[in-house]
């Protein structure tokens, strides 16, 4: 019995297709001086729409999300810590000592710095200068 399953695919298809169709015969057109222009609250932007953040803000935000989840895990197991026994102890205590790992790897590495991580050829530039070794 696969003609169900098919025959309402072919139906999200064409359903799909004619309402795309309907909408460009049916759509307004016109290219207005302003119509290109974004709409914030009847205020004229200035500058540009879109600013450019550095990569390292993004990075910040996905550390968050990824350690943001972890409390997630956590406070299940911990509404289950009776039953999850000694087993669960101990399975999250690894889990959070893996956490921690990365924490100290993201803070060793520099990706918490809002100016971009540290490279190591920046960090020998700095000793090299300090103790005075540099070539002229």
Request: charged share 15%; proline share 4%; with cysteine.
């Amino acid at each position: 019995m696969i003609w169900p399953p098919v025959l309402f695919f072919i139906c999200v298809l064409v359903l799909a297709a004619s309402m795309l169709l309907l909408s460009f015969v049916l759509g307004q057109r016109h290219r207005g001086r302003t119509t290109a222009e974004p709409y914030e609250s009847g205020i004229a932007p200035t500058g540009l729409v879109r600013p450019r953040f550095h990569v390292s803000f993004y990075l910040v935000a996905m550390m968050f999300v990824v350690f943001d989840i972890e409390a997630v895990f956590i406070f299940s197991w911990a509404v289950a810590l009776r039953e999850a026994g000694i087993t669960g102890y101990v399975s999250m205590f690894i889990f959070i000592l893996v956490l921690l790992i990365a924490l100290v790897y993201l803070h060793r590495s520099g990706a918490f710095e809002l100016t971009g991580p540290r490279s190591r050829r920046d960090s020998t530039q700095k000793s090299v200068a300090k103790a005075g070794l540099e070539r002229i």
